[in-house]
């Protein structure tokens, strides 16, 4: 069975889109079939992986808005990639008054999920059509956080729309696959809330070790390019892979 994963918090800052890029460098490392899908209009996950979205004909929002076959870009880093970028922001207006609009992602990554192990879908910081679209079409929900105050706080509306998606029977077999404390900033606050979220999720998921806030990870990204093979030796690996080994007994 494939795993769908969305990287999701409707905070921004929290890191999702090097998470996205660098979990699935880690999963192919360990041999799995990989397909990353960029869901934000901002098209960060595009970029990192070294395309340029205004020169992009097909994204994911023709398979969205269209119902186009997916425009999968194959044997980036290892893994397969569908770009995105800012046509992808019709989609509110577009799909206001569509019928059966939140399963348009799953409809459309349907035809092959069974070529992959696992999906990572990139969301959007926001919970708007994107996010639900994408959290619909997943088995999983793995949720990023940074370890202040604010981005705790909104951990509990992130989970009552989690519930609530279940209750509705729109994605009523959504799990959530782990918090990832990111960007990490080892000062009182930080750890205050990292034993907060530990506390939160106890028994629901489990709450990974804190990720540092690194500057490599953004000069990885700007050479287009995941941490294991900017830095094959950088601390913070360890952390991926740990996470990564999580995701293989989901």
Known sequence: MTNVISLFNQAGGTGKTTLAMNLGYSLAQRGHRVLLVDMDPQSSLTVFMGLQPHELENTIAQSILDRAPLPILHSIHQMDLVPSNLTLSAADVRLATAIAKETRLKKALAPVEQ????????????????????????????????????????????????????????????????????????TAQGKEILQAVTEQFSGVAPVFLPIPRAVAFADASMQHLPLGLYDPKHPALAVLTAVTQSLESL
């Open 115 to 186: 070529n992959f192990d696992f999906v990572l879908i990139d969301c959007p910081p926001t919970l708007g059509v994107l996010s639900i679209l994408s959290l619909v079409a997943s088995t999983h929900i793995l949720i990023p956080m940074q370890t202040q105050y604010k981005s705790f706080v909104g951990l509990d509306l992130l989970l009552g729309t989690i519930n609530e998606l279940q209750q509705e029977g729109v994605a009523s077999d959504l799990k959530v696959a782990g918090v990832i404390p990111n960007l990490h900033d080892r």
